[in-house]
C-alpha cells in the first residue's frame, strides 16, 4: 500500500513558477508508474504529467507541455511537477496518484488506472 502526501502549491501570478513535490511511503516506489493530475471548480480531474517507473518514459498534456516537468527520485519516494510560465487556467487542485507497475515501461495518462491518490494541493494562478 501507497500513501501520498502533495506540498508545493500556492498563490502565483501569472508568468511564475512552483515546483510540487508528492512523497510516498513504502519501500517499493520504483513498482509505481506515477501522475499528476488537477481538477478546477466544475471541470472533470485531468492528466496533466505522468512518468514510468523511473523516469525513463514521460507524457504531458498538451495544456502543459513545454511549461511543465515530470521528475521523480525513487531514492527518496519523491516524484516532483515543476511549473513554469504559469497561467490563470492552470488553477486547481493538483493531485498525485499511483499505479502498480512492476516492469512497465509506459505510463498512464487516464485516471481509472490510478489506485492511490494523494489528499491535493491548491495552485491558484492570478492575472
Known amino acids: 500500500q501507497v500513501q501520498l502526501v502533495e506540498s508545493g502549491g500556492g498563490l502565483v501570478q501569472a508568468g511564475g513558477s512552483l515546483r510540487l513535490s508528492c512523497a510516498a511511503s513504502g519501500r517499493t516506489f520504483s513498482s509505481y508508474a506515477m501522475g499528476w493530475f488537477r481538477q478546477a471548480p466544475g471541470k472533470e480531474r485531468e492528466c496533466v504529467a505522468a512518468t514510468s517507473w523511473n523516469g525513463g518514459r514521460t507524457d504531458y498534456a498538451m495544456s502543459v507541455k513545454g511549461r511543465f516537468t515530470v521528475s521523480r527520485d525513487n531514492a527518496k519516494n519523491t516524484v516532483y511537477l515543476q511549473m513554469n510560465s504559469l497561467k490563470p487556467e492552470d488553477t486547481a487542485v493538483y493531485y498525485c496518484?499511483?499505479?502498480?507497475?512492476?516492469?512497465?515501461?509506459?505510463?498512464?495518462?487516464?485516471?481509472?488506472?490510478?489506485?492511490?491518490w494523494g489528499q491535493g494541493t491548491q495552485v491558484t494562478v492570478s492575472s
Open positions: 496518484g499511483a499505479v502498480f507497475a512492476p516492469g512497465y515501461s509506459g505510463t498512464y495518462s487516464a485516471q481509472d488506472f490510478y489506485t492511490y
